[in-house]
């Protein structure tokens, strides 16, 4: 299994682009996430699906959007890029959520610049 | 209110010695606690769970709900223990990590 897997690994964006961060995972999991993580910072949580259909914001929605069509997928989408949003950003896939005390499994991140 | 405080930003001990990373956090609900490491070049990967009251990797970790924490412990640090740790006191929120140098 190749677990949780994420494109690009790195990105550069001029100020108002517009990109879509890829992450795919292939076990089943019911469960994704999208975190970012800014310098000396913990990973705040962006958006989170629990299930194919099923969407809803985390701490930091804004300026981004979310879909979640399938199980295995769910792509982030930057609308019009900010440098505010110059981050790594993490998609994460659990079994579960909730009170279930459920291990997250990461991918490598994407490093993005928006200039 | 969630909120998770990792008062160490790094954290340097020489090989052998005891090691303490600390974890303070403030949440509503009923708290799952997590700890997660990243190795070098490696992904975020979870460390031990609260829940299993496990020890990995000689780590062991003890919620006191009184004073709501969740340090993490290690009686005799390893070089290979050199990494960021991140407390998680739910499935979705984390600290802002404290990265452990252990010294030859």
């Known amino acids: 299994n190749a677990g949780v897997t994420q494109t690009p690994k790195f990105r550069i964006l001029k100020i108002g682009q517009s990109m879509t961060l890829q992450c795919t995972q292939d076990m089943n999991h019911n469960y994704m996430y999208w975190y970012r993580q800014d310098p000396g910072m913990g990973l705040k949580l962006i958006y989170y699906?629990?299930?194919?259909?099923?969407?809803d914001k985390g701490e930091v929605p804004n300026g981004y959007n979310v879909s979640r069509s399938t199980t295995e997928d769910f792509p982030l989408r930057l609308e019009l890029a900010a440098p505010s949003q110059t981050s790594v950003y993490f998609c994460?896939?659990?079994?579960?959520?909730?009170?279930?005390?459920?291990?997250?499994?990461f991918g490598p991140g994407t490093r993005l610049t928006v200039t | 209110a969630q909120r998770v405080t990792q008062p160490e930003k790094l954290l340097s001990v020489l090989k052998g010695a005891p090691v303490e990373l600390k974890c303070n956090y403030s949440y509503s609900g009923s708290p799952e606690l997590f700890w997660y490491v990243q190795y070098s070049r490696q992904r975020l990967q979870l460390l031990l769970r609260?829940?299993s009251r496990e020890s990995i990797k000689g780590f062991t970790a003890d919620l006191n709900k009184g004073e709501t924490s969740f340090h993490l412990k290690k009686p005799f640090a390893q070089e290979e223990d050199s990494a960021m740790y991140y407390c998680a006191p739910a499935e979705e929120v984390f600290g802002p990590g404290t990265r452990l140098s252990v010294l030859p």
């Open positions: 994460a896939s659990s079994y579960g959520g909730g009170a279930g005390s459920y291990e997250q499994y």
């Open positions: 609260h829940i």
């Open positions: 699906s629990v299930g194919a259909g099923i969407t």
